[in-house]
T-cell receptor, first 114, second 114 residues
Framework: AQSVSQHNHHVILSEAASLELGCNYS??????LFWYVQYPGQHLQLLLK????DPLVKGIKGFEAEFIKSKFSFNLRKPSVQWSDTAEYFC????????????WGAGTKLIIKP | GAGVSQSPSNKVTEKGKDVELRCDPI?????LYWYRQSLGQGLEFLIY????????KSGLPSDRFSAERTGGSVSTLTIQRTQQEDSAVYLC????????????FGPGTRLTVT
C-alpha cells in the first residue's frame, strides 16, 4: 500500500533559521506531490504542488520543495523562517495511475521561537 | 467567493447517540471529500463524492458511518451509535473536478464523544 512518511513530528526553530521538512513516499510510479499547511485556528491550505516539469517548485510565503525521484522524496524548505510560519505542515501524494486519492503524511508541527 | 463551510464547528455528544455533520462545498465544485483527523495523526480518507454519487466508500471505518450528498452540493456525514474512538476532527474538502487534486478544505467539525 502507498504511504507517506514525515520524519519529524515536531520541529522547533528560532527565527531566521533555515528549515527543511522531510517527506518520503512509497510508490514506484508517477506521482503528484503536495504540501499543505494549517496555521493555528485556520483551515488546511495548499502551500505548493508538483505535477511535472522542474522538480524545484516554489510556493507561497517563500517556501519551496524539491522532488527527487530517485529518493522518493519531496522535502519542503525555507531559507529563513519567521514566527508566522508556526503551523502544522502536511505532505500528500497522489499516485497518478491509481486514483484521485491523496495519501497523507502524519504532519509536522513547526514552532518558531521569536 | 465563499470557501468550504462546515457545521457545527464543535459537537459534544454522549456515547451511543447519532450525530450529523454538514459540509457546504465551494459553489461549482463537483468533487467532495470527507476526512478524519485524530490527534497526532494525518488525514484519514473516509469517502469521496463525484456529483451525488460516492464511487469510493472504502475509507468509512464501519457501517455506523454513512454519508450522502444532494443536489451536487451539500453533504452530510452521519455517525450512528457514536463511540469514544469516533472523537476526532472531521474535515470536508472540495475540488473543481475529480482529478484536480487541489482540494480546498473547510474548518472542520471537532467531535467529542463522552
Amino acid at each position: 500500500a502507498q504511504s507517506v512518511s514525515q520524519h519529524n513530528h515536531h520541529v522547533i526553530l528560532s527565527e531566521a533559521a533555515s528549515l527543511e521538512l522531510g517527506c518520503n513516499y512509497s510508490y514506484g510510479g508517477t506521482v503528484n506531490l503536495f504540501w499543505y499547511v494549517q496555521y493555528p485556528g485556520q483551515h488546511l491550505q495548499l502551500l505548493l504542488k508538483y505535477f511535472s516539469g522542474d522538480p524545484l517548485v516554489k510556493g507561497i510565503k517563500g517556501f519551496e520543495a524539491e522532488f527527487i525521484k530517485s529518493k522518493f522524496s519531496f522535502n519542503l524548505r525555507k531559507p529563513s523562517v519567521q514566527w508566522s510560519d508556526t503551523a502544522e505542515y502536511f505532505c500528500a501524494v497522489n499516485a497518478v495511475d491509481s486514483n484521485y486519492q491523496l495519501i497523507w503524511g502524519a504532519g509536522t508541527k513547526l514552532i518558531i521561537k521569536p | 467567493g465563499a470557501g468550504v463551510s462546515q457545521s457545527p464547528s464543535n459537537k459534544v455528544t454522549e456515547k451511543g447517540k447519532d450525530v450529523e455533520l454538514r459540509c457546504d462545498p465551494i459553489s461549482g465544485h463537483t468533487a467532495l471529500y470527507w476526512y478524519r483527523q485524530s490527534l497526532g495523526q494525518g488525514l484519514e480518507f473516509l469517502i469521496y463524492f463525484q456529483g451525488n454519487s460516492a464511487p469510493d466508500k472504502s475509507g468509512l471505518p464501519s457501517d455506523r458511518f454513512s454519508a450522502e450528498r444532494t443536489g451536487g452540493s451539500v453533504s452530510t456525514l452521519t455517525i450512528q451509535r457514536t463511540q469514544q474512538e469516533d472523537s476526532a476532527v472531521y474535515l470536508c474538502a472540495s475540488s473543481l473536478w475529480e482529478l484536480s487534486y487541489e482540494q480546498y478544505f473547510g474548518p472542520g467539525t471537532r467531535l467529542t464523544v463522552t
